[in-house]
């Protein structure tokens, strides 16, 4: 997958670089380019933004300079599995199955605007080449869109495949976010480690009686309770065929 970013604060994305992501991309798996979108600007002064139209607070990013970077980097007739996405708290929210969605994707490329967003015609140009997504990572306000660039691309570029050991693969993701593995639809359960004994805690003793059968539905029972306590609308929202007698018991 080709990944490009275009924003006014490159050096925000240097975490790309760092572990599970910077890896995929020294492993080729992920191919990501971060660019400054002031390159695509021609005046002397480099003009990113604009009064809003019709008045109003801030200032609003021109439509120009975006509309030349996608074109740069979407190049008129390869379209073909490219999207665009633009964080906004106004846009439908980013889940995990979103990004599986977006992980079938050939080329993601990223708009994290910043002042008071992008012109809207930029939006509406671009949707005539392509499927543009306006996705928001959660109901509160950012200062600008490239924090959500970095959830988005590990959120998406983990369930790429070979970007996760076997070990720790995507599939088995338990949490109510993900639609896959054996606890999908759930929130993850409690987590234990070695020592077996700290600060006079137990970890619970089903954990090491070696009966695998007896520790899955304790894990299963335990991510239930958590789901119900925590996110009661994952516990609507499960496919009651997923439940088994057990799981009605609890
Ligand atoms: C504050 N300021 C005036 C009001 C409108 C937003 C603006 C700031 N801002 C500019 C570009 C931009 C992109 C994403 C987000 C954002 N905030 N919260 C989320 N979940 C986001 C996502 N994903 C905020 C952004």
Same mark, same amino acid.
Request: proline share 8%.
């Given at each position: 997958?080709?990944?490009?970013?275009?924003?006014?604060?490159?050096?925000?994305?240097?975490?790309?670089?760092?572990?599970?992501?910077?890896?995929?991309?020294?492993?080729?798996?992920?191919?990501?380019?971060?660019?400054?979108?002031?390159?695509?600007?021609?005046?002397?002064?480099?003009?990113?933004?604009?009064?809003?139209?019709?008045?109003?607070?801030?200032?609003?990013?021109?439509?120009?300079?975006?509309?030349?970077?996608?074109?740069?980097?979407?190049?008129?007739?390869?379209?073909?599995?490219?999207?665009?996405?633009?964080?906004?708290?106004?846009?439908?929210?980013?889940?995990?199955?979103?990004?599986?969605?977006?992980?079938?994707?050939?080329?993601?490329?990223?708009?994290?605007?910043?002042?008071?967003?992008?012109?809207?015609?930029?939006? #509406?140009? =671009?949707?005539?080449?392509?499927?543009?997504?306006?996705?928001?990572? $959660?109901?509160?306000? /950012?200062?600008? %869109?490239? &924090?959500?660039?970095?959830?988005?691309?590990?959120?998406?570029?983990?369930?790429?495949?070979?970007?996760?050991?076997?070990? #720790?693969? =995507?599939?088995?993701?338990?949490?109510?976010?993900?639609?896959?593995? $054996?606890?999908?639809? /759930?929130?993850? %359960?409690? &987590?234990?480690?070695?020592?077996?004994?700290?600060?006079?805690?137990?970890?619970?003793?089903?954990?090491?009686?070696?009966?695998?059968?007896?520790?899955?539905?304790?894990?299963?029972?335990?991510?239930?309770?958590?789901?119900?306590?925590?996110?009661?609308?994952?516990?609507?929202?499960?496919?009651?065929?997923?439940?088994?007698?057990?799981?009605?018991?609890?």
């Amino acid at each position: 997958m080709r990944i490009d970013v275009v924003t006014i604060f490159p050096e925000y994305l240097a975490p790309l670089d760092v572990s599970l992501i910077g890896k995929a991309a020294t492993a080729g798996i992920l191919d990501i380019h971060v660019h400054e979108l002031r390159t695509w600007t021609h005046d002397r002064h480099n003009t990113v933004d604009d009064s809003p139209c019709g008045g109003g607070p801030g200032m609003v990013m021109k439509p120009e300079p975006w509309w030349e970077a996608l074109t740069a980097l979407v190049p008129p007739g390869s379209e073909d599995g490219a999207r665009l996405i633009v964080p906004t708290p106004s846009g439908r929210p980013f889940t995990q199955r979103v990004a599986e969605d977006l992980a079938t994707a050939s080329h993601l490329v990223f708009a994290p605007a910043r002042y008071e967003g992008i012109d809207r015609r930029f939006i #509406e140009a =671009a949707a005539e080449r392509m499927p543009v997504e306006e996705l928001s990572i $959660g109901d509160y306000v /950012l200062a600008g %869109g490239e &924090v959500a660039v970095l959830v988005m691309v590990e959120a998406v570029g983990r369930l790429l495949p070979g970007v996760l050991g076997n070990a #720790e693969s =995507a599939k088995d993701d338990s949490f109510g976010h993900s639609s896959q593995g $054996g606890m999908a639809g /759930l929130l993850e %359960g409690p &987590v234990y480690t070695k020592p077996a004994n700290w600060d006079g805690r137990e970890v619970p003793p089903v954990l090491l009686s070696g009966n695998h059968a007896v520790i899955a539905r304790w894990r299963r029972d335990e991510a239930l309770r958590r789901t119900a306590q925590t996110r009661p609308d994952l516990i609507e929202a499960l496919d009651p065929a997923a439940l088994d007698k057990k799981d009605r018991a609890q």
